[in-house]
């Protein structure tokens, strides 16, 4: 059962545009929600996350946007540039045992910025 | 102040070995979580150490099993190798202080090709 599903799987954007990416969840106890990064062999690196008690946050060009009656959340790149071009990883997890939940992650969005 | 490290980068093993994957964390973070990245998966929980104890476990098979020393460096092991186990393994670490204790750092992960 797939608890974070993620939309669009692959996405061109022009230089400058706009590029969005959604994620939804299933699991009402997820109480963090980060996005990451992810260039051709590298690690996932966390670019921006957002707790359920606020429903935007922005840092630098990044924007996640979070609608907690519709457990939706979406990531905004704002003047998208090539150097954006990666994956991009949505994921959920929540506390619980005494320790930090693992992060249940989508399956990742391949976006392209076109020159 | 340095990331997370992984060792060995890249690892090729027959059927049936049993295979270890080490992980030291940013200094300081003292929980350490191990991640299977595939195709067809995605990013799959593993399991999550803190102070030497396994707190969290996802949903894989007894074959895959961590430690996790004093100084908060973490092993993996995988007994039995399968083809299916062929993925990048990633390591992540955590602060583990109040406010954060989800966020976490993945570092390059260890490429493991199963024949």
């Known amino acids: 059962q797939q608890q974070v599903k993620q939309s669009p799987q692959s996405l061109i954007v022009q230089k400058g545009g706009i590029s969005i990416i959604n994620c939804a969840y299933e699991n009402t106890a997820f109480d963090y929600f980060p996005w990451y990064q992810q260039f051709p062999g590298k690690g996932p690196a966390l670019l921006i996350a957002i707790r359920p008690d606020v429903s935007e946050k922005k840092e630098g060009r990044f924007t996640i946007s979070f609608n907690k009656s519709a457990k939706q959340f979406s990531l905004h790149i704002m003047d998208s540039q090539p150097g954006d071009s990666a994956t991009y990883f949505c994921a959920a997890s929540g506390y619980s045992g005494g320790g930090a939940d693992g992060l249940t992650f989508g399956k990742g969005t391949h976006l392209i910025i076109q020159p | 102040k340095a990331g997370v490290t992984q060792t060995p980068r890249y690892l090729i093993k027959t059927r049936g070995q049993q295979v270890t994957l080490s992980c030291s964390p940013i200094?300081?973070?003292?929980?350490v979580s191990w991640y299977q990245q595939t195709p067809g998966q995605g990013l799959q929980f593993l399991f999550e150490y803190f102070s030497e104890t396994q707190r969290n476990k996802g949903n894989f098979p007894g074959r895959f099993s961590g430690r996790q020393f004093s100084n908060s460096r973490s092993e993996m092991n995988v007994s039995t190798l399968e083809l299916g186990d062929s993925a990048l393994y990633l390591c992540?670490?955590?602060?583990?202080?109040?406010?954060?204790?989800?966020?976490?750092?993945f570092g390059p992960g260890t490429r493991l090709t199963v024949l």
């Open positions: 200094s300081g973070h003292r929980s």
């Open positions: 992540a670490s955590s602060l583990v202080a109040s406010g954060n204790v989800n966020e976490q750092f």
